[in-house]
């Protein structure tokens, strides 16, 4: 990874800040809802909700490499080791006698998106009967092919239904102008994200999706607020400085890589410094890029419902390979490599397919590994390495062959 | 005897599932398969066509392992199994309908590696309490009849629509019939043999299979009522997969009388109303049908569900049939069973496997819950 940013030391006081305010918030009146990542949080933000993430949670405890730990708690109630490493992570902080990243904040309501998979809906269903609180599921059904108005519309209806239930269970009123502001700033700093991730296509690039995984936690968390806006003007100046001052994310950058999707958490510094060791620089994820949208503010709501049912994460087969590529393409990759995420059926299952479809489309290596997100136990470094080096070496053949 | 030749017949359609879908292609109609357990075969009928259930299969798993990681369950992954194979080349078409993360996915790998001619998702909504989900339901099941008349070249007439709904319904009734008699005669036919009839009705042609079963139901009337002081047991979960499980409970001491299954009391579910909007009724009936895994009503949960199914057939214990790597039954499966608990319902879970499943382990761990129950466990 590169060196140290600055802006580093913010993001844990803020990160910290953050995780403080949900009971404080509480206390004060303003009620906590569990969120989903890729969900339409500007409508909480709008309607003074403090929203919270679980899955932030859930990749904290990975980071922490404590995931296995907290999970072994909800295997005992009967979540097994099968299900989302995330899911296993928050339900099993529930019933644990320890809580080595703190505890996870129970809810008032819970509101969930679907698009990203179907564990979400579950682990909330099931949190939503533990801590007896409202569930609410905005259902969106997979665009497989063409965009279809049927969708739209549903999920629209479903926003509508939302914002009542919003309004019944904490009494706060939604007002269109408020979420209107809220979009703005979820465009600027979208906006602001975006330009940060493409600083990683230059060629020595200094940030590259190692680091974009770092500097996530705001663009998912704090997107509507002013402070997503001010963090990610404060990064892309360090980036900018960066440039004028040659400072690259790895010492000696040969090659451009695209990863598929999500690290794996409690192995991050273990797959950079892999890749850096073979002077190959991630430099591009779906998974980061997936906040990376603008809003049309003359249409708040069904621009609501496109951004977040029009997203990869609701699309079939051939739109996520196209996605893959242009990816590929936009960052000039040498390769792509696949994560098998045992934690994650929507993204994983395919990829086998895929790997060969998008070889032989662009001519370029790639590979698919095995393992989980956030679980060790399902970590086999001497398997994942030697299928990396494989692929380094597929890299080293096809970059002489340039040469001659 | 008449009973045991009836029974029989369904035994022989489920050892090979799809001989009549073969015989309809053979004979020059389209023939479209179905995943468990959603998928309103009512269009499909009334297009014309022959829908015929695709159920996995018992048999070792090999060519879908390039495709699908060992981890998505072995319904699934037998079911691509036999489409690679070949086993399922005679199909026109095959619908996919969206029940988990892997049936979602499934379609595109389906595309991608078979050559299957029409292949079609079925996008229900995953809630099914608010206004939005009928609306939203009428217009996907809309979306399917036109691409089933696009695939099929037969228009869905309203007409033809409502007569192949009536089949339906009487297929249901005459199901659900044979259900209520084995509940309250258990010692007639067994649990294996009312799960294989209801299992045949997803790949016969479904009039002959109402009158079959008619046929048995005037059959096992005529028997002398048994008393049966075996323990009633319900089934919650996707499929009775391998069958010997079936088989297992009753030389345990046990006999099943209600279940949730896929392949079971959900595939039956509600009647589709005739005299309204056709396509609105069929969406209430999918919004009605039991709670499953898939998709919960927040209204009237699962758990409260379960309790009532375990008293209302007055069963004494629940076994929990899951399937492993079925996430949603797995996220299930806590609430499910303290809901038992706090009701005094024992229960047991069984983790299974089409082909792998180890039967002596399950056999041991049956045992010891029939014991407790104060079965004879032998």
């Known amino acids: ?404 | 005897m008449v009973i045991d030749d009836l029974l029989k017949r369904f035994n022989d359609v489920v050892a090979d599932p799809y001989a009549e879908a073969r015989k309809r292609r053979e004979g020059g109609q389209k023939v479209i398969g179905w995943l468990p357990t959603d998928v309103p075969e009512e269009l499909i009928h009334a297009a014309g066509a022959f829908p015929v259930g695709i159920l996995g299969t018992n048999e070792p798993i090999h060519l879908a392992d390039a495709h699908l990681q060992s981890w998505a369950c072995s319904l699934m992954r037998g079911c691509l199994e036999q489409g690679l194979k070949g086993t399922l080349d005679f199909l026109n078409g095959i619908i996919i309908p969206h029940t988990c993360d892997t049936t979602r996915m499934l379609v595109g790998i389906w595309r991608h590696a078979l050559k299957t001619p029409y292949i079609d998702n079925y996008l229900m909504p995953r809630q099914v309490d608010r206004p939005s989900a009928r609306t939203y339901l009428k217009g996907e099941l809309a979306r399917l009849k036109s691409n089933l008349e696009e695939c099929t070249g037969q228009l869905v007439t309203d007409k033809a629509l409502r007569e192949s709904i009536k089949i339906y319904n009487a297929n249901r009734l005459a199901m659900r019939r044979l259900y209520e008699f084995h509940g309250t005669n258990t010692g007639v036919i067994s649990s294996r043999a009312l799960y294989t009839v209801i299992k045949a009705a997803m790949f016969m042609d479904k009039a002959e299979h109402t009158a079959l079963v008619e046929e048995l139901l005037q059959e096992i009337g005529k028997v002398e009522p048994r008393n049966d002081e075996r323990i009633r047991l319900t089934l919650s979960g996707g499929v009775w997969e391998p069958p010997e499980i079936l088989e297992m409970i009753e030389e345990l001491g046990g006999v099943v009388v209600a279940d949730d299954l896929l392949t079971g009391a959900r595939y039956l579910g509600p009647d589709v109303d005739t005299t309204g909007d056709l396509l609105d009724a069929l969406a209430y009936r999918q919004l009605n049908r039991i709670p499953f895994g898939g998709f919960d009503s927040t209204i009237r949960g699962r758990s409260t569900f379960l309790v009532e199914l375990v008293r209302g057939a007055r069963a004494q214990g629940m076994v929990f049939l899951h399937l492993k790597f079925c996430e949603p039954e797995n996220y299930d499966y806590r609430d499910m069973r303290k809901a038992m608990t706090e009701a005094g319902i024992p229960s047991i879970r069984l983790e299974t496997e089409y082909a792998n499943t180890s039967l002596g382990q399950l056999r041991t761990r049956l045992q010891a819950f029939m014991e407790m129950m104060g079965g004879n466990g032998s």
């Open chain 1, 1 to 404: 990874m590169s060196a140290p940013f600055k802006t580093a030391g913010l993001l844990k006081d803020l990160m910290a800040q953050y995780y403080a305010k949900g009971e404080e918030n509480r206390k004060l009146g303003i009620p906590v809802a569990w969120v989903t990542a890729v969900f339409p949080v500007e409508i909480i933000y709008a309607m003074d909700i403090f929203p919270y993430y679980p899955e932030n949670f859930g990749a904290l405890a990975a980071a922490r490499k404590v995931a296995d730990k907290l999970s072994e708690y909800g295997e005992q109630q009967g979540y097994y080791n099968d299900l989302c490493g995330y899911a296993r992570c928050g339900i099993g902080d529930t019933y644990a006698d320890e809580h080595p990243v703190g505890k996870i904040l129970p809810p008032d309501l819970l509101v969930c998106c679907n698009t990203q998979c179907g564990s979400l809906p579950k682990w909330f269903e099931a949190a939503g009967r533990y801590h007896q609180a409202p569930y609410f599921l905005l259902d969106s059904p997979l665009i497989e092919g063409e965009v279809s108005s049927l969708g739209k519309a549903y999920f629209v209806e479903q926003l509508w239904e939302m914002v009542d239930f919003l309004e019944k269970t904490t009494g706060n009123k939604f007002d269109l102008n408020r979420l209107t502001e809220v979009l703005k700033l979820a465009s600027e700093a979208t906006r602001l994200w975006n330009d940060c991730l493409d600083m990683a296509a230059l060629k020595p690039a200094p940030f590259g999706f190692f680091d974009a995984c770092f500097h996530m936690a705001p663009i998912v968390t704090w997107r509507g607020t002013q402070v997503a806006v001010d963090y990610y003007k404060a990064l892309k100046e360090e980036l900018d400085e960066r440039v004028a001052k040659g400072v690259t994310a790895i010492p000696n950058e040969r090659f451009k890589i695209y990863f598929d999707h999500i690290p794996v958490w409690p192995r991050l510094r273990w797959f950079s410094d892999l890749f850096a060791d073979h002077d190959a620089l991630v430099v591009a994820s779906q998974y980061t890029h997936s906040w990376a949208h603008k809003f049309d503010l003359s249409r708040p709501m069904e621009s609501l419902a496109e951004v977040y049912t029009e997203q990869f994460v609701n699309r079939g087969f051939e739109y996520r390979i196209k996605l893959k590529m242009e990816f590929m393409e936009r960052y000039n990759c040498d390769g792509f490599v696949l994560f098998s995420n045992r934690s994650c059926k929507p993204n994983s299952f395919g990829l086998y397919d895929k790997r060969q479809v998008i070889a032989e489309r662009t001519g370029k290596p790639g590979v698919v590994f095995e393992a989980d997100m956030s679980d060790q136990r399902f970590f086999s470094a001497g398997q994942i390495q030697t299928r990396l080096e494989a692929f380094f070496e597929q890299l080293e053949q096809n970059s002489r062959r340039g040469k001659t």
